[in-house]
């Protein structure tokens, strides 16, 4: 598997798209920037994917930086020693406070979460998605901006149907079966579809909606 590692591989990638879709010429045209939204992976990073979960990437950054202060650093440890108030004071929902306590949990328990980084995509996502808390999206969204991962779309993402939609004419926009249908024909490359369209939606509705990396 080759990682998306740096925006030359960004550059690659959209070239590619381009020639597989020659519409993509055009999103690339007004999507601006693309970039590479890369993190480290491990359990920080999956506990700010949790949290982003229908949200506004607005407001997932305020909450997971109010509990990014109170617990420092966040691990594990820190989320199965907190008590209510701390994730009251984060602004944290009652699911999210589940869902950050099981993955703590499993994460503690041995979830091995840079080792999922390096496995297949279809084997990673249903290790992760034994998980209470950690569903479909939350588990590409991780492989994409933790593992690098290159072929990954997230397509129950309602600002990935919103941007696909819009840029290619399609209304209403699609639903996530026809979204993953359409996306398959951007593999190998469905990593840099996934950003090249959350940059489009940026540009778009002013506002950044790509969860958090």
């Avoid at 420092?72 to 869902?99: C, H, M, N, W, Y």
């Avoid at 941007?163 to 996530?176: C, F, K, N, S, Y």
Wanted: include cysteine; charged fraction near 20%.
């Amino acid at each position: 598997m080759q990682r998306i590692a740096n925006l030359d591989d960004i550059a690659q990638g959209l070239d590619a798209l381009c020639l597989i879709d020659p519409r993509l010429e055009k999103v690339r045209g007004m999507a601006g920037e693309v970039p590479l939204r890369l993190s480290e992976p491990g359990f920080r990073s999956l506990a700010s994917i949790v949290v982003s979960q229908q949200v506004s990437r607005a407001s997932a950054d305020a909450i997971f930086g109010r509990l990014t202060t109170l617990l420092d650093p966040l691990t594990p440890q820190a989320i199965l020693a907190a008590g209510e108030d701390v994730f009251r004071e984060a602004g944290l929902s009652r699911p999210k406070q589940r869902g950050l306590i099981a993955v703590a949990t499993a994460v503690a328990d041995g979830l091995d979460l840079n080792h999922l980084c390096l496995l297949d995509a279809p084997q990673a996502i249903a290790a992760m998605t034994a998980v209470p808390g950690i569903g479909p999206w939350t588990a590409e969204v991780y492989l994409l901006f933790a593992a690098g991962h290159p072929d990954i779309f997230p397509a129950r993402d309602v600002a990935l149907q919103s941007a696909v939609g819009h840029a290619l004419g399609i209304d209403p926009r699609p639903p996530e079966k026809t979204l993953i249908r359409l996306a398959e024909s951007w593999s190998p490359w469905r990593g840099v579809a996934s950003r090249l369209f959350w940059a489009y939606y940026r540009e778009l509705k002013g506002r950044d909606a790509a969860p958090p990396a």
